[in-house]
């Protein structure tokens, strides 16, 4: 956790848990304050491409 950084503002994410084993997080989410966009864990595999903008 403490390498990754917001891909926008490179501000530090908060990790919310919703499933994990042993040694890692199977799904959640990670969510920066400062930009107020959710990145989703699944599969242990974090999404961290910015949010599409609206159109």
């Known amino acids: 956790m403490d390498i990754l950084a917001c891909p926008l503002c490179k501000g530090k994410l908060?990790?919310?848990?919703?499933?994990?084993?042993?040694?890692?997080?199977?799904?959640?989410?990670l969510y920066c304050p400062k930009c107020d966009v959710r990145y989703p864990i699944s599969q242990a595999i974090p999404n961290l491409l910015p949010p599409e903008p609206h159109r």
């Open 14 to 29: 908060e990790l919310k848990v919703e499933e994990e084993n042993e040694t890692e997080v199977l799904t959640g989410s």
